[in-house]
C-alpha cells in the first residue's frame, strides 16, 4: 500500500557515482525543472518534484490513477489511494519568459492539460513520478543499496518490475523477444515536438506495448545505468545513485528503478 511522504522526505535530484562521460546525452537545462529534457534526457533516474503552481481538477487525478493502475498494476491497481498533487505547470512562477520561449526545451512548459506529482513510500521504497495524463508518465522506485533483493539480482529490471510494476511485468513476458535479424529502430526519425494545442499524437494506452524492449545499455557510458531497456513508448532503466535533497546535500547512495511510458518518450530522441 502507497503511503504518503512528507516534502522533507523527497529525492530532489540524483547523480552517478563515480566518474562518467555523457557524451550523447543532453545537456542538463540551465533551470531545474521538471521538463521533458530533464525527465527524458540525461543520466538522472529519480523524478524530481516539480516547483509549480498547484492546481485542482479531480477529473485529471482520476485519469491519471486509471493509466497507472493499467500500467503498473500491484500497490497501484484498482482502488488504490494514490497521494496526487496537481499542479498547473511544471515550471516555477519566477520563469515566466522562459515559460513562452519556443522550442523542444518548452515543450512540457504549457501542457494540454494539467500534469501530477506523485510522491509516496511502498514499503522501503521511495516513488515518485511525474506526468500529463494521456501522453508521458515518468515514475521512479528508489530504496537504500544496502536494503536486500527480494526476487533476484539487486539490479536485474524483471525481478524489480514483479516486485513493484507487475501488470507491467506480466505484459512484457507475454511479448515476443526482438528478432536479432531486424535493424535497430535507434536512429529512425522521431516524430517532431508537438505545440501545447495540437492533438495528442496517439492514445495513451498502457495494456498496448507493441514492440519489444531493445537492451541499450552498451549505447551509454559503461556502467551508467545497470540495464537500460527501450522501445519507442516504453523506457526501463536501473542504476545507483547519490540521491539530493532540496539544498543539494546527499542523501545516502540508493537502488533506482526507472519507468518511462507513453507517447511523449518520442519525445527524448535518445537509444
Do not use: K
Not at 493509466?67 to 512562477?93: K, N, R, W, Y
Not at 536486500?148 to 505484459?171: I, K, Q, S
Not at 535533497?245 to 526507472?258: E, F, H, K, Q, S
Amino acid at each position: 500500500m502507497l503511503q504518503p511522504i512528507t516534502p522533507d522526505q523527497v529525492a530532489h535530484g540524483d547523480y552517478p557515482t563515480g566518474g562518467y562521460s555523457f557524451t550523447g546525452l543532453l545537456p542538463p537545462a540551465p533551470v531545474s525543472r521538471a521538463s521533458r529534457v530533464r525527465l527524458l534526457g540525461g543520466a538522472e533516474l529519480i523524478v524530481p518534484p516539480p516547483p509549480g503552481a498547484p492546481a485542482d481538477g479531480p477529473a485529471v487525478l482520476e485519469q491519471v490513477a486509471s493509466e497507472l493502475g493499467d500500467l503498473l498494476g500491484g500497490a497501484f491497481g484498482a482502488g488504490a489511494v494514490l497521494p496526487f498533487t496537481q499542479h498547473g505547470a511544471p515550471a516555477a512562477p519566477e520563469y515566466p519568459a522562459r515559460n513562452e520561449t519556443p522550442g523542444p526545451a518548452s515543450t512540457w512548459d504549457r501542457p494540454r492539460h494539467d500534469f501530477y506529482w506523485l510522491a509516496a513510500r511502498l514499503d522501503d521504497w521511495r516513488v515518485q513520478g511525474c506526468g500529463e495524463p494521456g501522453d508521458l508518465h515518468c515514475v521512479s522506485f528508489h530504496r537504500p543499496v544496502e536494503a536486500p533483493a527480494r526476487n533476484g539480482p539487486a539490479d536485474a529490471p524483471g525481478a524489480l518490475l514483479t516486485d513493484l510494476a507487475p501488470a507491467l511485468a506480466a505484459r512484457l513476458d507475454e511479448r515476443p523477444a526482438p528478432d536479432p535479424r531486424e535493424p535497430s529502430r535507434s536512429h529512425e526519425p522521431h516524430e517532431p515536438s508537438r505545440t501545447p494545442h495540437e492533438p495528442s499524437r496517439t492514445p495513451h494506452e498502457p495494456h498496448e506495448l507493441r514492440e519489444p524492449l531493445r537492451d541499450v545499455t552498451a549505447a551509454y557510458s559503461p556502467g551508467l545505468f545497470g540495464t537500460a531497456l527501450s522501445a519507442p513508448e516504453l523506457r526501463i532503466r536501473t542504476g545507483i545513485r547519490q540521491a539530493l535533497g532540496a539544498d543539494g546535500a546527499p542523501l545516502g547512495l540508493v537502488r533506482v528503478l526507472r519507468i518511462d511510458a507513453g507517447p511523449g518518450c518520442r519525445d527524448w530522441p535518445g537509444p
